[in-house]
């Protein structure tokens, strides 16, 4: 068995064995970090242990290979992200799986006549990074949901920034009424703050030194409502 692979799975093992002590614990330690949504900051985190992985060993792997394939490779914003970070060789690698792969439904689809090809060429799967961005913020809205009937956590949540309105909506989706209730009361106090910095901002009377606070409320309300670029 290679280094890696034995690493990794000694990671999970140590994760999943002690998976109630790892939740809580990392929901703690994100929750006390200000200024972004936790959950947009553990998909920020995971993304950039994903990419590790993908890029030194998983693009090469046959499942892998078959996501991409069956997503017609990243969405715009992956590839171009991808494209920064100058991973030539893994794509050369995956894109040359794929063009074969377009090449040879197409001319099939020709060589049978002309009929309505959207069905066979488009893709089944999402893009393989939004995939992994959202099971990674399901997992954690989850955890964070199921925690945040403990005190220790509620405390936290309502001493942190707080969730997007993304995925603000999406807990709510898991919540019981009890957590939904707590959920929107934060999400109260969070939106009264902005409106108060926004109001405070809007005047027109406002002087130079109100111009740098001007520009960190409309960007706070903003990145409340959008969360992190991922
Ligand atoms: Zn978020
Ligand atoms: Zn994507």
């Known amino acids: 068995m290679e280094v890696w692979t034995l690493l990794r799975k000694l990671f999970w093992q140590n994760r999943s064995q002690s998976s109630g002590k790892y939740f809580k614990g990392t929901l703690a330690h994100m929750l006390r970090k200000q200024g972004d949504c936790p959950v947009c900051s553990f998909c ?3 993304l950039e242990k994903f990419y590790w992985w993908f890029f030194y060993n998983h693009y090469g792997e046959l499942p892998w290979i078959k996501r991409v394939l ?15 970070m100058k991973k030539g060789d893994q794509m050369s ?3 040359r799986y794929l063009v074969k792969d377009t090449l040879r439904k197409l001319e ?10 959207r069905e066979e060429i488009k893709p089944s799967n999402i893009c393989p990074i939004c995939g992994q961005i959202s099971s990674t913020s399901t997992l954690w809205i989850q ?8 005190t220790e ?16 909506d ?7 009424p009890n957590v939904g209730l707590t959920l929107i009361e934060k999400q109260l106090r969070e939106l009264n703050r902005l409106s108060v910095d926004l109001e405070k901002c809007s005047s027109t009377l406002a002087e130079q030194p109100y111009e740098v606070e001007k520009e960190k409320a409309w960007i706070k309300a903003m990145g ?4 992190k670029e991922l």
């Open 143 to 150: 955890q964070l949901v199921k925690y945040l009937e403990d």
């Open 224 to 227: 409340f409502f959008a969360g």
């Open 93 to 95: 690698f995956l894109y």
């Open 44 to 46: 920020e985190e995971e």
């Open 170 to 176: 999406q807990a709510l989706h898991f919540a019981p």
């Open 70 to 84: 069956k997503s017609n490779g990243f969405c715009s914003k992956h590839a171009w992200n991808i494209a920064e």
């Open 108 to 117: 099939k689809i020709a060589s049978q006549g002309y009929k309505d090809t």
């Open 153 to 168: 956590i509620k405390e936290l949540y309502f001493g942190s920034s707080g969730l997007c309105m993304n995925h603000f």
